[in-house]
């Protein structure tokens, strides 16, 4: 299937990213995350990148997962020079049939043997050249931007990027827009979070997922080749989505094998469908209770105890220690506790987040619903036996 058009929600960034707002940061920078498989690069190339550029916008597109044998920093700085070449090649040729080794652009002077490498120049003055030489205002948009922590080259070029911002942009024009995006909210936080991280200050936001209009036009396409399924039960469809964590790959395969001539439906494909989701569910769930039975007791309890207090969770107030005390069997200090954390966290793939003021949850929220499924019907706390 062709990807379903976000225009709205790309039509709202490139807005806020303007800094056209009235609230909000997003000029100083958006960072945005959400769940693997989401959507995420789909919407960023293939919605975000052409409304930035229908708004006058450069934009260069950078994914640091592309190939992660290579340095970040070494994958940003060539997604600028790419951008810069169509933007001067022309006037370098001229400058150099001229004979000129030396071009002016802006307040800039550049090496014309030079164009098209970033090398020499820095990250800022990259930006500056491809700002001025197009005369438009740049948007980078960085895809698992926190795959950029993993070295110091990538994590210079973050700081490089902060200051090319302040640089490039005033109170009321926004010469450089940026958007980082990422699945590992805890590790993009890195970027925010700390008085030292290059972005201090802004905040990270939840992507939407695709929502109720993807599902119409899903529903509109069946009804389109399958007339005899008119009407299609949106609803329900709407239902197996999110039991599929709004992830539309597994959505739409499951749909395609639903309406399969070969799969010898006898009722609604809605129902099938509904029951593929649920079969799913049921898989990633059994997958939850075999992680949690892998975990050592304190671990357990410290999860046992985020997953039961949701966001009123403290990890170290009396109550809790107390409660991890009674689960794990043994006294249980706050130091262990910030251990059993740690470990929760370091796990790959990782069961607990923590936020940039120190809050805890769950790295899935899919666990939520496993937890309040299975304590609703006096399942909990797991125990590796059926049932
Ligand atoms: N708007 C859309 N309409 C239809 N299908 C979509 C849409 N967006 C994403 N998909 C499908 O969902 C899958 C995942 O998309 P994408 O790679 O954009 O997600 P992601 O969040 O970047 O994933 P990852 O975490 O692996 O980087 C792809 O198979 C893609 O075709
Ligand atoms: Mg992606």
């Not at 299937?1 to 909000?24: D, H, N, S």
């Not at 802006?106 to 090496?111: K, N, P, Q």
């Not at 009407?231 to 329900?236: L, T, Y």
């Not at 999110?242 to 395609?256: N, Y």
Request: net charge neutral; hydrophobic share 45%.
């Amino acid at each position: 299937m062709i990807a379903f058009p976000r225009t709205a929600l790309a039509q709202e960034l490139v807005t806020a990213l303007q800094g056209k707002m009235l609230l909000g940061d997003a000029h100083n920078g958006l960072f945005l995350a959400a769940p693997r498989r989401t959507g995420k690069s789909t919407f960023l190339q293939g919605d975000l990148r052409p409304a930035l550029e229908a708004a006058g916008v450069v934009v260069v597109y950078v994914d640091l997962w592309a190939d992660t044998r290579r340095d970040p920093g070494g994958l940003i700085a060539e997604a600028i020079a790419r951008a810069l070449e169509p933007q001067l090649g022309l006037v370098a040729r001229t400058a150099r049939k001229a004979g000129l080794e030396k071009l002016k652009v802006g307040g800039l002077e550049v090496d014309t043997s030079k164009i098209g490498k970033v090398d020499g120049l820095t990250l800022t003055e990259a930006l500056r050249l491809l700002h001025e030489s197009a005369r438009k205002p740049v948007a980078l948009i960085i895809d698992e931007a926190q795959h950029a922590l993993t070295s110091e080259a990538g994590e210079a070029s973050m700081t490089a990027l902060k200051s090319a911002r302040d640089q490039l942009n005033q109170p009321d024009t926004v010469n450089l827009m940026l958007v980082m995006s990422g699945s590992d909210r805890d590790k993009l936080l890195r970027l925010v979070n700390t008085a030292g991280a290059p972005f201090y200050g802004s905040q990270i936001q939840r992507m939407p997922h695709l929502g109720l209009d993807f599902i119409a036009h899903v529903a509109r396409l069946i009804e389109t080749q399958r007339p005899d399924l008119n009407p299609v039960d949106q609803k329900a469809l709407q239902n197996a989505f999110e039991v599929f964590g709004f992830r539309p790959q597994f959505f739409m395969a499951a749909l395609g094998q639903v309406l399969s001539p070969l799969a010898a439906l006898t009722g609604r494909f809605e129902v099938a469908l509904l029951e593929a989701a649920q079969q799913q569910q049921v898989q990633d769930e059994a997958q939850m209770e075999s992680d949690y039975l892998g975990l050592k007791p304190t671990e357990q309890a410290v999860l046992w105890r985020m997953l039961e207090q949701g966001p009123r969770y403290r990890p170290y107030d009396a109550e809790a220690l107390k409660f991890y005390g009674d689960k794990a069997h043994h006294p249980v200090s706050v130091a262990q506790a910030q251990k059993a954390l740690e470990s929760l966290r370091q796990r790959m793939p990782a069961l607990v987040w923590k936020s940039a003021r120190g809050e805890y949850a769950v790295e899935d929220a899919a666990m939520h619903r496993w937890f309040g499924s299975r304590s609703a019907t006096g399942r909990w706390p797991p125990t590796g036996q059926a049932g």
